[in-house]
């Protein structure tokens, strides 16, 4: 059991890393897995889902999409930002985008709906995107990975009244509100600010991120108490954009935006910002 153990702690000591904000986090899958993991799940989806055969939606699409990279490229010199990457835009009625380990990026047509413009657009691919160059994924993983393990040794070494299933099924809620959720909204308000800065420094306005998110408010009705939430309340989202705009302003003054023709209103900065 000791062996045991230190293997653990040297394993867990060696998966300690921070993302590109500076936060501490632990990810034990390896890169190439993580790759394998998000082309299997990209292929998947590109077998069973429907995609949007416009080719000149694609390229608009596309062109958001290069000139978010590019961005996060520049911007984030020392994350581990894939070199190619391929998107595709399905079609699906519901106002969503994902970006997957190994360099995949689907938009599916009713975000197009919501995000009305290229800068709006950007903000939602510069989000997803922040979620790969932060190692998200794998930090998800490695959580569930290690909440199944830390049952599994409850239901081996419990005893007593508090031993076996209804031990283990109670601390797998306490595990899933006190660690699953929260870490997720952290990961989605990291990837917000994140994606706020990309946009920005790929020459899009980022108060177009605000407008953006009072769209999918508008979109989307309602959403659970936040404390249930694996993504923040609208309201709380947009004020933290809000607060960072000033400084993403800074970041991409000179940069004009690509001509990607998804619309024209609130793409360009406002003079003078």
Request: glycine share 10%; aromatic share 4%; charged share 25%.
């Amino acid at each position: 059991m000791r062996v045991l153990l230190w293997g653990l702690l040297a394993l867990v000591l060696a998966g300690c890393d921070e993302t590109p904000t500076g936060r501490s986090q632990l990810a034990l899958v390896p890169d190439a897995l993580m790759a394998k993991l998000g082309a299997d799940s990209f292929d998947e989806m590109r077998e069973r889902r429907p995609i949007v055969e416009d080719a000149a939606l694609e390229r608009r699409v596309r062109c958001v999409a290069d000139a978010v990279v590019d961005a996060a490229r520049r911007h984030y010199p020392r994350a581990d930002v894939p070199e190619a990457w391929e998107v595709v835009v399905f079609d699906d009625p519901t106002p969503n985008a994902f970006a997957l380990p190994g360099g995949r990026i689907g938009v599916h047509r009713g975000l197009l709906r919501v995000a009305e413009t290229p800068a709006q657009l950007s903000a939602v691919i510069g989000h997803e995107v922040a979620h790969v160059l932060a190692d998200h994924g794998n930090e998800r993983l490695t959580q569930r990975l290690g909440i199944k393990a830390a049952l599994l040794v409850v239901g081996l070494f419990s005893e007593g009244e508090l031993a076996g299933e209804p031990l283990r099924q109670a601390l797998g809620v306490g595990a899933r509100l006190g660690i699953s959720l929260p870490f997720s909204r952290t990961h989605e308000e990291e990837a917000d600010l994140m994606g706020l800065e990309i946009m920005a420094a790929a020459g899009f306005a980022p108060e177009a991120s605000v407008a953006l998110w009072r769209n999918m408010a508008a979109a989307g009705g309602g959403q659970p108490p936040q404390f249930l939430s694996t993504h923040p309340a609208h309201e709380s989202r947009i004020e933290a954009l809000q607060r960072h705009l000033a400084g993403a302003r800074r970041l991409g003054p000179e940069a004009a935006p690509p001509a990607c023709g998804l619309g024209g209103k609130g793409d360009k900065r406002a003079p003078g910002a």
